[in-house]
């Protein structure tokens, strides 16, 4: 744990030290993240809550076990791709993580995954574009490969979410 905090520690000094740095409001999202890499690192060494005398909320779950879900909104040219590659750094340079085996970037568009290094929605979840009621023909088999493919994924960092619809409506992607 203590490797970790010192690491983090030292990214976010030579992050200081870059030309170009996160403002306050940027800094805000970035320590947040580093304060779950640390949490997640702890609740890997001492072991999940239950097995220790641990704080609860007023629901009586332990919040760190609670994962992270954060929203970063702002119009273009805010900062929030810029946002998200510091957390890809943060990730492969602090924590020495690999896109793909402990997080993986998506996003709808496939102009906005390759400016992230990222991968689409559809690509990262094996979904085959064109296949009408893709859910009612996922075989187990599907299942399976999405689930060894994604098992030790930590992190899931999706840019411009909006994008997906959150019912069966089409997306009007035309700008």
Known sequence: QKDYERKLEEWFQALAKEREQPN???MVVLLAVKDRLLTEVTLEVVGPPSSHKRKRDQSGQEPEMEPLRGLT???PGTGKSRV???IIRMFQEGMGWE???QFV???FQNKVAHAMGGLTLHTAGDIQIGRQN????LEHNDVDKLYTKIECVRWIIFDEIFM???DDRR???RG
């Open 24 to 26: 306050c409001q940027q």
């Open 164 to 166: 997906v619809a959150d």
């Open 171 to 173: 997306v009007n992607c």
């Open 73 to 75: 909104p702002g119009g």
């Open 134 to 137: 893709y859910a009612a023909q």
């Open 99 to 101: 896109h793909g085996k």
């Open 105 to 107: 970037c998506v996003a």
């Open 84 to 86: 998200i590659r510091w």
